[in-house]
């Protein structure tokens, strides 16, 4: 049985830091679903209502544009192991570039990471969990090294070019404000 949740409990944030992988949603007012699989460690929970997710380069920048367009975002956390479950965090977010004002002390909660593009910052509105008793059982085997390599072999203006040529705008055509 699923169950709602105002704020982010311990049992909650205990549980989210033990995933590998989270899965972000956002979506346009007109247009395209955005789903897509997250890794890293890239996630931090600042309050019982406010997580931080660092964003790194990447073929597309839906999450920005779909933001930017009605803050609207869902993640979803999901147990391969052990006991079933699955954590959904509904809430609104804001992107956060390098330049803006709280950039220096978000940055600061995250490893570095080449090609970093964003943080974003989303207050929770509600969490649900539900039960996950029929997600398969997965194992572990480590973090994929291909993006940061790709990203370091860029350098930063290289990151910078493919923002400009690969990054502007979402694939419905809706601006992501990546270099303003």
Partial sequence: ??????????????????????????APNSGRINLSPKGMDSFRILEEN?????????????????????????????????????????????????????????ISFFPKTPGTRQIFDITIESAQTSCGMSIPFFEY?????????????????GIKNYWKDKNQTSIDGLPTHILD
């Fill in 50 to 106: 406010r997580v931080i997710w660092l964003n790194v380069t990447g073929s597309g920048n839906e999450t920005a544009a779909h933001l930017n367009e009605n803050e609207r975002i869902t993640i979803m956390f999901c147990s391969f192991e052990k006991t079933p479950n699955i954590l959904r965090l509904y809430g609104k977010g804001k992107e956060i570039k390098e330049g803006n004002a709280s950039w220096d002390e978000l």
């Fill in 1 to 26: 049985m699923s169950k709602f949740y105002t704020k982010i409990t311990q049992k909650l944030q205990d549980f989210m830091e033990a995933q590998k992988i989270f899965f972000v949603a956002t």
């Fill in 141 to 157: 085997k480590g973090e994929r090294n291909d993006l940061n390599d790709w990203a370091k072999s860029k350098g930063k203006e």
